[in-house]
């Protein structure tokens, strides 16, 4: 998978807060693979180089208002241009190889009925982090087989970082998640709007930095599942 220079505007929304090992390289190979594209990096006030190295490397870079990845990732879809027709979200953690994400762009282009299309991390060839044993796979696991379930929306990675979302279904949502579970939400968003969800398989890399997912936050993800399946 080649580079890409769209003619279509397409923005790139990162929720940091403390990633300085990790923003570099995130930004460095997304600018190699995305040329042209607008990135936006919604810090969490990081108390260490992180928002220096993002403005170094040119990126628009805003302090966030409120706290959480939901929030951070809804102050930058405020801050996409009007034109934007593709946002890109991406951990900051240079887990997610930017490589997948101009063929992830050409199945919203070739399929007007797909309005997400989510990196799988565990279908992929080479993964460093998949592992029966790693109580964070195996939590995944869990929460992809209640999703099916309780909502019928069938994922194998429906937690995944990596994903492109069509603008227009994110026009008009304003998230009541405001951390980890956000992207429970959104998977809920697009199919009620009568969109598919389509999965690729992706190769994932052992992060760089500090992990901030917790036992806890497991708990508010499924909360936000069972929440959001039984509400209208």
Same mark, same amino acid.
């Given at each position: 998978?080649?580079?890409?220079?769209?003619?279509?505007?397409?923005?790139?929304?990162?929720?940091?807060?403390?990633?300085?090992?990790?923003?570099?390289?995130?930004?460095?190979?997304?600018?190699?693979?995305?040329?042209?594209?607008?990135?936006?990096?919604?810090?969490?006030?990081?108390?260490?180089?992180?928002?220096?190295?993002?403005?170094?490397?040119?990126?628009?870079?805003?302090?966030?208002?409120?706290?959480?990845?939901?929030?951070?990732?809804?102050?930058?879809?405020?801050?996409?241009?009007?034109?934007?027709?593709?946002?890109?979200?991406?951990?900051?953690?240079?887990?997610?190889?930017?490589?997948?994400?101009?063929?992830?762009?050409?199945?919203?282009?070739?399929?007007?009925?797909?309005?997400?299309?989510?990196?799988?991390?565990?279908?992929?060839?080479?993964?460093?982090?998949?592992?029966?044993?790693?109580?964070?796979?195996?939590?995944?696991?869990?929460?992809?087989?209640?999703?099916?379930?309780?909502?019928?929306?069938?994922?194998?990675?429906?937690?995944?970082?990596?994903?492109?979302?069509?603008?227009?279904?994110?026009?008009?949502?304003?998230?009541?998640?405001?951390?980890?579970?956000?992207?429970?939400?959104?998977?809920?968003?697009?199919?009620?709007?009568?969109?598919?969800?389509?999965?690729?398989?992706?190769?994932?890399?052992?992060?760089?930095?500090? *992990? *901030?997912?917790?036992?806890?936050?497991?708990?508010?993800?499924?909360?936000?599942?069972?929440?959001?399946?039984?509400?209208?």
């Amino acid at each position: 998978m080649g580079r890409g220079n769209y003619k279509s505007p397409i923005s790139v929304v990162i929720a940091t807060l403390n990633e300085e090992e990790g923003i570099g390289p995130t930004l460095e190979e997304l600018q190699r693979v995305l040329i042209g594209s607008c990135f936006i990096v919604v810090d969490g006030n990081s108390v260490d180089r992180t928002v220096e190295i993002a403005k170094n490397l040119g990126a628009n870079v805003s302090l966030q208002d409120g706290v959480g990845k939901g929030d951070a990732m809804f102050q930058g879809i405020r801050e996409c241009n009007p034109t934007t027709r593709y946002v890109v979200f991406i951990d900051a953690d240079y887990t997610y190889p930017a490589q997948y994400i101009p063929k992830m762009l050409s199945v919203l282009d070739s399929y007007p009925d797909v309005g997400m299309v989510i990196g799988d991390r565990f279908s992929g060839s080479q993964n460093s982090d998949k592992s029966s044993v790693n109580i964070f796979y195996i939590g995944n696991r869990l929460i992809a087989a209640i999703h099916y379930l309780i909502n019928g929306i069938r994922l194998n990675d429906p937690l995944s970082g990596l994903r492109v979302v069509r603008a227009e279904l994110l026009n008009r949502w304003k998230p009541k998640s405001k951390g980890f579970d956000v992207e429970a939400e959104l998977n809920f968003v697009v199919e009620r709007s009568g969109y598919r969800i389509v999965e690729i398989p992706i190769d994932y890399r052992l992060r760089l930095g500090k *992990k *901030k997912l917790r036992l806890r936050h497991g708990l508010g993800i499924l909360m936000r599942v069972f929440t959001e399946s039984f509400s209208l």
